[in-house]
């Protein structure tokens, strides 16, 4: 019976083999990605080495551009901004993400889905409808907001003013992001296994120590990898301030976040070939703020 | 029906070589069994007769035809893995039939060979099951259905029964055993277990940190082996082993102890072994070795006896049935046989 | 699973339970308001909007005045955009999971010359601002004369590095590589395997990637903002924007205030609504990216 085999194949089919098979599975989006991301990029820093002159059109100026963003104040005033609004929203977006997730694996709650699922929620919404819908909550006279703190007798603060403005932002982050946290935390925390969790019933730690001293811990390396992706998300805002600038001209200008410089640069001013060398120079401060988050933590681990 | 041939097989992984220069020849219809300890490259070995890894060197020829450079199914070989590998979303009839289809085969062909492999097989119940509604058992009978089916030219199997619970896998052996009677097909087998090596072989192939250390029938392992590591590997409990030299007619152990056999001793000797039953328990003051006994295992069937021997270590002796006239602490002598000691070189390479 | 539960009845666990889900519930009405208050807004009248309570209904409710309003302005210009939307996310996201779907599987399933640098490179590539890629695109593509068609929006969405991320862990996981390595002792080609064993098992892993790909487009804005400069081309963030900017400048008169408000309601209900649905999907999904993570 054995050894008629199945030799009946036909010999005209193509037989990809094992060896070029990854690369045609790469090729369409590897395709893409040179396409709309290698090439813009090299496309971008060739632009970036040029300038627009009065007359004679563009010439070439090596690095110039870049030496004149490096001694840019309006460049290092966005940044500023970003790092303040960084430190501001990521610390509190994280712990409340944590907590939360804490929380709803421990099982002490009532309601545990319905918690999960409308935390997330706000992470459909479009960021633009998110910051519109913001911006009316915020509005002095028809926001229920103000609304309510003059009913109550007081003033309530001026949501875009130069004091407020990065909370107020921080805050529609807060809203649209936490959920979204939460939710890779939750399921992290879920792949525990349990035997760990009835090893440390019968160790009798209660769940508070158990949540803190041993579940924790081992989700850390998921905790850096959304702080590394927060942190990169942050640096680049441009929509929230963007679209508020429509309510608050004074304290959002034209470079407020170094996103919304080069924009303006290249659709206001006309300076595409500067707004390039002010982009290249943000990729920079967010690949050394990646890095030395991931140094510190690191250096953390080690000790 | 085939031959296989591997002649100066070599894999490395980067730069790590897996398999040195492997060299056998597998006769026709025999079931050769690829035993070693964990990471020793039997897997691999196996995977480079498949087809599933590339050789970096040498060459496998399949009934004389140089295969090497071939794809798995061109080789026209069947494997069963360790996990099943059942392909899930599949039925078990469509798991069968699928190396068939690829091939093309006429669709009536295809049923009945399937047909015809689940009866032997036992699975007509649950052609048309998926695999995760099957049991250990059944799901190992598909992967073994599965290869049958293709009627391929010799069958490959990695610890196909590693899986299971003992029992399982005792009955799963027989099964492979009365399989192996029926097609005929040459068949290569992995496994950790010995006494699946020593049941079902034909021909054992020890493997070491990638090196073949002997090839050769179960018994002829058994009897002599050909180095050290193959006479502590093969034999549970294992082989002893005494660092010894010679002088003369005699044998001095390394506490300076002298055993004189009266025979001649090869002078290049520096170890010697004895299985446990190649060893006599002896009343203290006779034999050729002095020693307390530490440990008395009794198994029923058998009864190991581990003896002290101070500086030389502890070896075991293995007397059938309930031996109850020796207990812990007791000294006793040890008689070997010279005719029964294996004797190996300081490499470890057995002597005569 | 909760571990608290099994001493479930000492009073100081009753208490936690309390002040726990109390914790949660505040929270809870912060992320609800918003979206009450956008409920509360699209049923009001310009004049309610200014002088009623922002968080209840008026007395006069113009839900379907403004629907009407919404849907007429500007000929209809809403449902457009809408339509424009969906368009171009559902053909951005099929496009960008599918793609993903293979990288992701060609990452986790075979070793290849160059895997870890183009590993490095997609990786790297997150941390590109989108300025420094979508206005050179946009500079690149006004050379081509594809501004201003959905292809400029369509084309560069189909990159989707994090769908890639999320297939290879998934797939890592979900398909064991005996299980391609048994396709290949079976006779079938590497495409074979692909779509007959492996895609229907990677299914959960790319409905995850399709609903990302999709939120991520749909909620999409710098780029339609800097591709499109047609309001008819526009997608809903887009218009709405450029809406509510008109609205607060004053130029298309006050009377926009609340047909916003109906916008944001009438383009976010779909949105939760399939999140609601497929939410099997995305926790699953997630789960898995942020585990292997
Ligand atoms: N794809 C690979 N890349 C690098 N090294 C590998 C690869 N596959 C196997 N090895 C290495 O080759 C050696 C032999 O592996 P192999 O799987 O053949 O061992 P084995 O004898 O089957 O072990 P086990 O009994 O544990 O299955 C091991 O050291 C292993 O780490
Ligand atoms: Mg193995």
């Not at chain 1, 083999?17 to 893409?32: E, G, H």
């Amino acid at each position: 019976m054995t050894g008629r085999g199945v030799k009946a194949r036909p010999r005209n089919r193509v037989i990809v083999n094992k060896t070029i098979a990854p690369y045609l599975f790469l090729a369409p989006f590897a395709l893409f990605f040179v396409a709309f991301l290698i090439v813009p990029l090299i496309y971008a820093f060739d632009i970036s080495l040029y300038k627009k002159a009065m007359v004679g059109g563009v010439r070439f100026v090596g690095f110039d551009n870049y030496t004149k963003a490096f001694a840019d104040p309006k460049f290092w005033e966005g940044v500023i901004v970003l790092f303040k609004f960084a430190f501001l929203q990521i610390p509190i977006m994280i712990a409340t993400a944590l907590v939360f997730a804490l929380i709803l694996d421990s099982g002490v709650v009532w309601a545990k889905a319905f918690f999960r699922i409308s935390f997330f929620l706000p992470y459909a919404v479009p960021a633009v409808i998110a910051t519109l819908i913001w911006s009316y909550l915020y509005g002095p006279a028809y926001g229920p907001i103000g609304q309510t703190a003059r009913f109550l007798g007081f003033e309530a603060p001026d949501f875009v003013s130069p004091e407020w403005i990065l909370g107020s932002i921080a805050n529609i982050a807060q809203w649209q992001f936490m959920g979204y946290n939460m939710i890779i935390y939750f399921a992290a925390l879920q792949a525990i296994p349990t035997d760990l969790e009835e090893a440390s019933v019968v160790d009798g730690a209660s769940a508070f120590a158990f949540a803190t001293r041993i579940k924790l811990p081992m989700i850390v390396p998921t905790i850096i990898v959304t702080v590394v992706f927060s942190i990169i998300g942050a640096l680049q805002l441009f929509t929230e301030p963007f679209l508020i600038q429509n309510m608050a001209r004074s304290v959002i200008n034209s470079n407020f976040t170094p996103n919304i410089y080069a924009y303006n640069l290249t659709f206001v001013g006309q300076q595409p070939n500067y707004a390039a060398a002010i982009s290249f120079l943000l990729g920079g401060v967010i690949a050394v703020a990646s890095y030395v988050f991931m140094l510190a933590v690191n250096r953390r681990k080690d000790r | 029906m085939a031959v296989i041939e591997l002649r100066d097989i070599r894999k490395a992984f980067g730069a790590v070589e897996v398999i040195g220069r492997a060299n056998l020849t597998i006769d026709d219809g025999a079931f050769v069994i690829f035993v070693g300890p964990s990471g020793s490259g039997k897997s691999t070995l196996l995977r480079l007769v498949a087809g599933l890894e590339d050789a970096t060197a040498g060459q496998i020829l399949i009934d004389g035809a140089d295969v090497t450079h071939l794809g798995p199914a061109e080789r026209q070989l069947s494997m069963v893995f360790q996990s099943y590998a059942l392909y899930p979303t599949k039925t078990v009839r469509q798991n069968m039939s699928f190396g068939l289809e690829v091939a093309r085969l006429p669709k009536a062909e295809i049923k009945a060979r399937v047909d015809g492999v689940a009866d032997i097989l036992r699975l007509g119940d649950y052609l048309d099951r998926k695999p995760r509604a099957l049991s250990g058992g059944q799901r190992q009978r598909v992967a073994i259905g599965r290869a049958i089916v293709r009627e391929p030219v010799a069958f490959l199997f990695d610890e196909p029964l590693s899986n299971l619970d003992a029992a399982l896998r005792v009955e799963m052996r027989i099964e492979i055993a009365k399989l192996h009677q029926r097609l005929g097909a040459t068949m290569i087998y992995v496994t950790h277990d010995q006494v699946e090596a020593m049941t079902l072989a034909d021909q054992i192939v020890v493997l070491d940190k990638g090196a073949i250390q002997q090839v050769g029938t179960p018994m002829e392992l058994y009897q002599r082996p050909a180095n050290l590591f193959v006479a502590q590997f093969i034999g549970s409990p294992k082989m002893n082993v005494l660092a010894v030299r010679p002088d003369g007619s005699a044998l001095v152990f390394a506490d300076d102890s002298r055993a004189d056999f009266g025979m001649p001793v090869p002078p290049s000797l520096a170890h010697i072994g004895f299985r446990p039953e190649e060893v006599q328990l002896l009343p203290a003051g006779q034999g050729h070795l002095q020693g307390k006994v530490e440990v008395v295992e009794r198994l029923g069937s058998d009864t190991f006896v581990h003896v002290g021997l101070g500086a030389l270590g502890i070896i075991t002796s293995r007397m059938p049935g309930n031996v109850l006239t020796i207990s812990q602490g007791q000294p006793v002598g040890l008689g070997l046989t010279m005719t029964q000691l294996h004797p190996f070189s300081r490499d470890g390479i057995r002597l005569s | 699973m909760s571990i608290v539960g099994k001493s479930a009845h000492s009073a100081k666990f009753r208490r936690n339970r309390w002040l726990l889900t109390a914790i949660l519930s505040l929270y809870f009405i912060y992320t609800f308001l918003p979206l009450f208050y956008v409920i509360t807004a699209a049923t009001k009248s310009n004049q309610d909007l200014f002088s009623t309570f922002g968080l209840w209904f008026a007395a006069d409710f113009q839900l379907w005045e403004n629907l009407e309003t919404l849907f007429t302005i500007q000929d209809g210009i809403f449902l457009k955009w809408m339509a424009n939307t969906a368009y171009y996310s559902s053909v951005s996201a099929i496009g960008a999971a599918l793609f993903a779907t293979f990288a992701g599987y060609a990452f986790a399933k075979y070793t290849f010359f160059g895997k870890k640098l183009m590993l490095a490179l997609v990786l790297g590539a997150v941390m590109i601002p989108q300025t420094a890629l979508v206005i050179p695109m946009f500079l690149m593509l006004s050379n081509l004369g594809l501004t201003n068609t959905p292809l400029a929006v369509i084309l560069p969405s189909l990159v989707f590095p994090p769908g890639v991320f999320l297939m290879w862990a998934y797939i890592d996981d979900a398909i064991s590589n005996e299980l391609i390595e048994a396709g290949r002792m079976d006779g079938a080609g590497e495409f074979h395997i692909f779509s007959s064993i492996a895609f229907r098992m990677l299914m959960p892993g790319f409905a995850t990637v399709l609903i990302l790909a999709f939120v991520a487009n749909w909620n999409n804005y710098f780029l339609p903002l800097v591709m499109l400069n047609k309001p008819d081309m526009f997608p809903i963030t887009v218009g709405l924007a450029q809406l509510y900017s008109t609205a607060i400048s004053g130029t298309g008169g006050v009377l926009l205030f609340t047909v916003v408000m109906t916008g944001a309601l009438v383009s976010i209900v779909p949105v939760i609504a399939a999140f609601l649905i497929m939410q099997r999907f995305w926790q699953g999904g997630l789960g898995a990216g942020g585990v292997k993570a």
